[in-house]
């Protein structure tokens, strides 16, 4: 089996048992918007649940429309990524890994939506009242997937000459 997909497969599987574990385990200890603090002033565990996208994006809009727009709007994301990653070569395990990260909050926060027309989030960051919008594993893999990802293709650019995406080509 090529090294790209033990790669995906592993980083998949790893994000998505933790993912799917922490949301069943935040949601089974706590009742919707219970909190706890972890370190006072800075971070807490809130148990909340978003029918939106990041940062509450659309959680107003139509329920009739939202649950439909973002399951096509995520397993789009995730055919694509699929095809990225089969299009990588075998060198390109940064790269490789970063797609999976991205993959596999996309599949965790899928779940979420299918079964439940909504995400859990429990990570609550904040300073005095100031909030950061909770997130979940999930989000957390999409965001350092996708900041891998932009140091690969732009700050490396020089590893990848031609092209702005000849990264994924070589």
Known sequence: MKRKYIISSVTLIIILLLDQWTKSYVSSIMSLHDSFPVIDGFFSITYIRNPGAAFGFLANASPAFRPLFFVVVSAIAIVLILLLI??????????????????????????????SGEVIDFFDFYLMSYHWPAFNVADSAITVGAAILVYELIVKKEKYPGSRFKAFKE
């Open 86 to 115: 089969k299009n990588m070569k075998d060198e390109q395990r940064l790269l490789t890994f970063s797609l999976s990260l991205i993959l596999g909050g996309a599949v965790g926060n899928l779940i979420d939506r299918v079964c």
